[in-house]
């Protein structure tokens, strides 16, 4: 059983910039396709990044530039570096994984239990 824990997030100004992690338990992250997602209150959830099996990124074009996806595999951790925010960045992250890799849909069987990034004018 996989299980995800969800760490970091806070509040910035808009420019600044934020760490999310992830904690991955039950299974090995290297073998795992893992991304983030972000649900802003009132709206779907979306995705933000992704890394597949193969260590492929792809990013939401609103991420691209700014948002960072990376793992470490040793810590059995994934990280989403936050840059350059802005307060429409504001939103519960969610880590995501899988055995099978979904891009950015949110068809993810594992979730972690999202983590509140508030981003003030």
């Known amino acids: 059983q996989v299980q995800l824990q969800d760490h970091g997030g806070g509040s910035v100004q808009t420019g600044g910039s934020l760490r999310v992690s992830c904690a991955v338990f039950?299974?090995?992250?290297?073998?795992?396709?893992i991304a983030w997602f972000r649900q802003a209150e009132g709206k779907e959830r979306e995705g933000v990044a992704t890394?597949?099996?193969?260590?492929?990124?792809n990013y939401a074009d609103s991420a691209k530039g700014r948002f960072s996806i990376s793992k470490d595999n040793a810590k059995a951790t994934m990280y989403l570096q936050l840059n350059s925010l802005e307060p429409e960045d504001t939103a519960m992250y969610f880590c995501?994984?899988?055995?099978?890799?979904?891009?950015?849909?949110?068809?993810?069987?594992?979730w972690g239990q999202g983590i509140q990034v508030t981003v003030s004018s």
């Open positions: 995501a994984a899988d055995h099978l890799c979904h891009g950015l849909r949110p068809d993810y069987k594992y």
């Open positions: 039950g299974y090995e992250v290297r073998r795992l396709c």
């Open positions: 890394i597949y099996e193969d260590g492929r990124t």
